[in-house]
Each structure stands twice: as C-alpha cells, then as structure tokens.
C-alpha cells in the first residue's frame, strides 16, 4: 500500500466544473480517464479488477479524484483485452463454433477485424452492443460514491469502434471507395453509443461524459478534417448537446497531433480536451491559442512517467501548474492514462507534486 | 504521348481509381514506353502523392486510394513486360517486433511500398527475433523493415539489429524503422539504415536504400 496521504481526500465535484468555466476552486484538479488496475491495485495495496468497482471507487477517493471514471460502452479506454464488452461479444457470437478461443489474434480488434462488406454488416450483432449490462457498472458504483465525488461516463468511442470493426485499411480505402458503407456503419456505431448515452442523463450522480476515441496519429489527423466533418464531428456535437441540456459537462480525449482539428473540437462544444499529446502537441501554445474557449487535462508524458526520476516529474508538475493553472481551465493528468509501464513511484510524485504546487492561487 | 502520361499521373495523384485502367490501355495502344509509364507516369504521381500527404493537404485515405489507383495501372502493364522487365524494385520484410501489435502504421507503409512496385513480405505482428532472423537469413531480402508502436517495445528494434550482426547478416540487408516513439536519433543509435516518419517517407526510403545497396 502507498504512503500517500499528505491530505484528507476532499472530492469535490464542483472542483471541476469551476475549472472548465475558468474559474479557481481551492486547489487544481486531478482527473484521469483511467489509471490501469494494476496501479490501482498498488496503490491500495491488494487487487483491483475491472469489476470490482468498490475497490476503483476507493482508489479514486484515497488518491485525491473528484470523480470515477465508468465505462458505458462496448468498448474500454486503453487495450482491447479480455475484459472489453466488444471481446466478449465477438467470443460468444462471431466466434461461438471456434474451437481456440484463447487466441487473442482470433478476437481482439487489435489484431483483427470483422466488418469487410456489407454482408459482414448486416450480420453483424449489433443489438448486443447496447445491452442493458453495459450500464451495470454505473448503477453499482452509487453504493460507494462518497460525498462530492461523481462519476464520469467514458464513451462516445465513435470513430475507434467502426475503423476497428472494419480494419484500418479497408476502413480507410472504403471511406473513399465506399463511402456510404462507411457512412452506416458510422451510423450504426453511433446510435448504439447514443442510446446508451440517453439513459445516463437521469442519472444525478453523473457529472461529465468522457469521449474518448483518438482521431489523430502523431503527425495529424488518421483521416482529413472534411471527412471528420461529414461523418464523426456531428455525432459528437449531438452528444454535447444533450450533455448540456441535462447540466453534464462534455470532455473529450484523443491521442495525436490535433491542431487541424481544433476548431472543430470547439465548435463541437467539448467542456474538456485531454490529454494535448506531449509527444506532439504544445500545451503552452494550445492554451494560447485556445485557452479562453475551452479548458485543458493532461501533459505530463508518459515517457517521463515511465523513464524519468521522481524530481523531473515534480519538476514537469511545477511547470504545468505555473503555466497552465493560473485562472483555471487546466487539471492535471498523464499524457495519455496511467498505465502501468510507467513507473509508480512517479506517478505517486505527481499526484503529490499537484498537491504541493496546485493550491489557488498559484504563485510559481 | 506525355498527355497519356500526365492523365496516368493525375489519375493516380487525385485516386481515380475508376479510370486508371482504360487510361494505361489507351497509352499502351498507342505504344507508349511501359518503363515511362510505370516511372514517369506512376512513380512520379506517387511522388507528388506523397509530398501532399506531407503537407497535410491529402491524408491517409486519400494516400491509400492512389496506391491501390496505382496498382490497377500497373496490373495492366505487368503481363506486357518481358521476364528482364518486370523489375522489382526491391524486396522488403514487414514486421512489428516482439511484444508489439500494433500493425496499422505498418499496414500502411506495406500499402504504400506494395503501390511503389516493392515485393512486400509482411510477416505480421509481435515477431521474435529468432523467427525474424531465420526469415531474412530465408528470403534474403534488400530491407528489414521494423515497426514498434510503444516505448517499452523500441529495444526490441536493438535486439534485432544485434542479432543481424551476431549471424553475418546485417551487411546483406538494409535495416529500415518506424512507429509513433521513433525518430531519426533512435535509429541512428540502434545501428538501423534510416527511420520514416509515415508511410510516404518509408517510400523515399526504401528507393534510397535500394539504390544504395
């Protein structure tokens, strides 16, 4: 179990939402959309699993979080593995007369993909995409949210889901070639993502949804601006719509270069852009340029996480809190999740590096 | 006959793909050089494919859509060229390496190297370095292209190039890299032949480490 305790855990929900309208709580926020269970695991000192929700829910209370971040959709943020609902069902359906059902190369959309054609499509199984289960998790973690805190609904994984349904490079030649299948199986994916979106909003205990679904490679957007336009944008300016018609903040995440798309993500309404890719993208110059009409998670990189000592990554915290935090719009974040290559001994330093620097008001 | 040539080039330039097939015929029938088609008229526009992509003015299914443009023109050509014609322009094995698979930035440069008129043998995702060896020591190839998406994954690309070097056989085969934590420092300090940033610089690449070889 870590030693971190330097305060009483104070969630506060209100913590964040004073930082997206710029203005200054009592201190900067910390936010993540996921920090892997093995660090979790560490931090509290015995397993953490993906369904032990009690135990997440502690984990995020105990290392100073506003909020828990829930997964609503078929499809997790970070790895395709084992305990993804889209694993499961691509196991139990697509699958179900195949003998070597351990084999990962067989059913992780990482190493493979199911939707080719049109047939491939229409046979799809879609309806389990948005099975009543999937919201589970949600409605158990009301047992054990302590007071102030509030849960954020990861989803909206649009764009991700229908290339990694059809393969990148059929999905990509087809986005051209085939247009309009391309365009239904964008449909598909995002009415499943939105019916499941509708039944959170009467949730009180829900205070942001978490679009996370990378559009971008290191050196820009994976397809053109225009294409993200016509197919991808406007779904997610119908999930900021509804967000804001019930009083839910938006936050949206992508890996990558994302200064094509940025007033895009603007437009969109996004609340929250996280993680401003540090192997890429500038966080000064993005705060610059963007800073009064959108606000800001993350940057601290997970190279540094992973190779850096404990003083650099305290050293990176400062930085960020100096020249992001003063008049809010800023929390601080990995710059990416936290994984658990990284090492934990920094990750401890972060969080204690923001309760050492991120007091309001900041005076670095 | 450069009008034959300019309308290959914009076809493939812009992804006609619809169209390349009745243009290559119509050059061919009017004895159009094969070689200045395929060099001139196609290599060149995927030249012009790529300086574009760089710019940020096309993007990857843009690219892609005038390589598979591209290789419909030359499917055409192909079965017209003579034995001692048909040049390849080299043989390059694709892997991600061990512990890594992640395949879509590699997947891309096999695209983009297969519409440069490369023979690509793509040996797939999270390669052992054993395996690796025994192919190239097999196939024999010109490049030994190496891709890793994550930082915890990067020495792998070392490991690999040591072990060319322990067997003989690292000065028979150019060693080209890439994935989102690589640059050019990276692959200098491993000891590989040169890193591409994207799909289209892998291309000027592996021409160039053809032509050095």
């Excluded at chain 1, 395709?80 to 195949?98: F, G, N, Q, T, Y």
């Excluded at chain 1, 990750?347 to 670095?364: F, Q, S």
């Excluded at chain 2, 055409?76 to 040049?87: N, S, V, Y």
Aim: proline fraction near 4%.
């Amino acid at each position: 179990m870590t030693d971190f305790n330097l305060r009483g855990p104070s969630p506060d929900w209100e913590r964040i939402r004073k930082t997206v309208r710029h203005e200054e709580p009592d201190r900067v926020p910390l936010l993540e959309a996921l920090v892997e269970y093995p660090v979790q695991s560490q931090f509290l000192g015995r397993e953490v699993t993906s369904d032990d929700i009690k135990s997440q829910v502690e984990f995020y209370y105990k290392a100073g979080y506003d909020a828990v971040p829930i997964t609503v959709s078929a499809m997790a943020f970070g790895k395709v593995d084992d305990a993804s609902p889209i694993s499961k069902v691509i196991r139990e359906k697509m699958l179900k007369d195949e003998t070597d059902k351990q084999d990962m190369t067989k059913w992780s959309l990482e190493y493979t993909s199911f939707i080719g054609d049109r047939q491939d499509f229409e046979n799809f199984p879609w309806e389990e995409l948005e099975k009543p289960e999937l919201l589970s998790q949600l409605y158990e973690v009301k047992d054990y949210l302590p007071e102030g805190m509030k849960v954020i609904a990861n989803s909206g994984k649009i764009f991700t889901l229908a290339w990694m349904l059809m393969g990148f490079n059929n999905f990509a030649t087809k986005l051209i070639m085939d247009e309009q299948f391309v365009s239904d199986v964008f449909d598909k994916v995002a009415h499943i993502q939105l019916n499941l979106l509708d039944k959170i909003f009467d949730i009180p205990y829900v205070g942001a949804v978490w679009i996370v679904d990378d559009l971008s490679f290191g050196t820009g957007p994976m397809i053109s601006p225009q294409a993200f336009r016509d197919h991808v944008f406007p779904w997610y300016k119908k999930i900021a719509n509804k967000c804001h018609e019930n009083d839910v903040l938006l936050f949206q995440h992508s890996d990558g270069d994302l200064s094509l798309l940025m007033e895009d993500i603007i437009d969109i309404g996004s609340d929250l852009l996280h993680p401003i890719d540090p192997t890429c993208m500038s966080m000064r110059e993005v705060k610059k340029k963007y800073g009064d009409r959108l606000a800001f998670a993350g940057n601290v990189a997970n190279e540094l996480l992973r190779s850096g000592t404990m003083e650099e990554v305290e050293e990176r915290v400062k930085e960020l809190m100096k020249n992001m935090a003063p008049g809010g719009g800023y929390c601080l974040a990995a710059g990416n999740s936290v994984t658990e290559w990284g090492k934990f001994e920094n990750y401890i330093a972060m969080l204690k590096a923001t309760e050492k620097y991120g007091k309001y008001p900041i005076r670095l | 006959m450069s009008e034959h040539l300019d309308k290959i080039k914009e076809s493939i330039i812009s992804g006609k793909y619809k169209e390349i097939e009745t243009l290559v015929q119509a050059a061919i029938e009017d004895k159009a050089d094969l070689d200045q088609i395929i060099n001139d008229g196609m290599v060149a526009a995927m030249d012009v494919v790529g300086q574009k992509f760089a710019e940020s003015e096309i993007f990857i299914p843009e690219m892609l859509v005038s390589a598979v443009t591209m290789k419909k023109g030359l499917e055409i050509i192909k079965p017209l060229l003579k034995g001692d014609e048909i040049e390849s322009k080299g043989t390059i094995i694709m892997c991600t390496v061990k512990g890594d698979i992640h395949d879509i930035g590699k997947n891309l440069v096999i695209m983009m190297l297969q519409g440069a008129g490369f023979d690509v043998i793509d040996l797939g995702v999270d390669m052992s370095t054993e395996d690796l060896t025994r192919k190239v020591e097999e196939i024999k190839p010109d490049i030994l292209g190496l891709s890793a998406l994550l930082t915890t994954t990067m020495p792998e690309i070392k490991n690999v190039i040591e072990t060319l070097k322990d067997k003989g056989l690292r000065n028979s085969v150019k060693v080209m890299v890439g994935g989102a934590p690589l640059n050019a420092a990276f692959a200098e300090k491993v000891g590989a032949d040169g890193y591409g940033q994207d799909a289209a610089e892998a291309v000027v690449l592996a021409r160039r480490l053809v032509a050095a070889k």
